[in-house]
């Protein structure tokens, strides 16, 4: 059974940093490209950012390119999203999900989901 864990969420000022973490296990977590997405209230879910099985490979939605950083750590089994200069836009509950490759992630194939971490910043 896969399990992801989420934690790190909270309110931050605009402006602000916050870094939300996502532990996984029931799997080889070095065999999956892990990823995050946002959903905002009324709004569709939408991709973050995404990251390779060695973390060579990264990938980030425009809205948040030059803000956020994904890393991974292969010997604790987690992935990393440090986001800076946030904005109230950038609200939203953040879902980690992880996928056998960083096409399929983005495509939804298969992919395992967390349960969320709620990030909330104020003007």
């Known amino acids: 059974q896969v399990q992801l864990v989420e934690s790190g969420g909270g309110l931050v000022q605009a402006g602000g940093s916050l870094r939300v973490s996502c532990a996984l296990s029931?799997?080889?977590?070095?065999?999956?490209?892990m990823g995050w997405f946002r959903q905002a209230p009324g709004k569709e879910r939408e991709f973050v950012a995404a990251?390779?099985?060695?973390?060579?490979?990264?990938q980030y939605a425009d809205t948040v390119k030059g803000r956020f950083t994904i890393s991974r750590d292969n010997a604790k089994n987690t992935v990393f999203l440090q986001m800076n200069s946030l904005k109230p836009e950038d609200t939203a509950v953040y879902y980690c999900?992880?996928?056998?490759?960083?096409?399929?992630?983005?495509?939804?194939?298969?992919?395992?989901w967390g349960q969320g971490t709620q990030v909330t910043v104020s003007s």
């Open positions: 029931g799997r080889t977590f070095s065999r999956y490209a």
């Open positions: 990251i390779g099985w060695s973390g060579g490979s990264t």
């Open positions: 999900t992880a996928a056998l490759t960083l096409s399929g992630l983005r495509l939804y194939q298969n992919n395992y």
